[in-house]
């Protein structure tokens, strides 16, 4: 297995519930377009949001589909990814898509929203 792109690093540390560990993927300037949430822009606003996102219970997050870009220190990678947590004593998950942009190792834009269902 090669390198794994900053998107599969993110989604494998959720689960350590740690919101100073997330925020310190992203940029100082990086702006966050959450799925559950409003705009979130430079790493302080992140890192709140984080420490409200990240309590959930038995939080993880498993990427499904990954195509990862990369042109000189710019990386770019889009795909799916499910959320899973308790929620009222229930396994919920959500499933999303994301597009992760980082340039010189650090995430400059992550946009995720919900996935539309095939009908």
Known sequence: MGLMSIAELWA?????????KQTAFYDFNAILLPT????????DSIYWYFAEFLNKDNLRCE?????TKIDGKTECSTGL?????????????????????S??????SH?????????
């Open 36 to 43: 559950f949430d409003l705009i979130e822009i430079g790493v």
């Open 81 to 101: 990814y499910i959320f899973t947590f308790i929620q009222d004593g229930r396994v919920k998950e959500v499933e999303a898509r994301f597009t992760f942009i």
């Open 63 to 67: 990427i499904t589909f990954i195509n």
């Open 12 to 20: 494998k540390s959720i689960s350590d519930k740690d919101p100073e």
């Open 103 to 108: 340039s010189n190792g650090k995430i400059i």
């Open 111 to 119: 946009h995720s929203s919900l996935n539309p269902k095939n009908e």
